[in-house]
């Protein structure tokens, strides 16, 4: 069992920066893939970035060339930066594990909230 724990969320205005935290309860250097998903208010539950141990990484389209994710395996830690925010980045954001499955992820954290004013 793999807990997560999100920090860094909150208010910001449109053009701002924030940078998410994900603390993992154990060594993240065998999970072949750590990622952020959001889900924004009244939508599913979407991608937002993945980052493998080799450093290869994955982005929604929405989000490329503004989000950077990262990946500290000393740490046991996943990041991601979030500049250029826009308000339809709203939303709670997850980190989440793929320990087994390079599909759906198999933990998820609680979720931190991100809003993004106009």
């Known amino acids: 069992q793999v807990q997560l724990v999100e920090s860094g969320g909150g208010v910001v205005q449109a053009g701002g920066s924030l940078r998410l935290s994900c603390a993992a309860s154990?060594?993240?250097?065998?999970?072949?893939?750590m990622g952020w998903y959001r889900q924004p208010p009244g939508k599913q539950r979407e991608l937002v970035a993945t980052i493998t141990t080799g450093g290869g990484t994955n982005y929604a389209d929405s989000v490329t060339g503004r989000f950077s994710i990262s990946r500290d395996n000393a740490k046991n830690a996943v990041y991601i930066q979030m500049n250029n925010l826009k308000p339809e980045d709203t939303a709670v954001y997850y980190c989440a594990a793929h320990k087994y499955s390079s599909i759906y992820p198999d933990y998820w954290g609680q979720g931190t909230q991100v809003t993004v004013s106009s």
């Open positions: 154990e060594s993240i250097f065998r999970i072949n893939k």
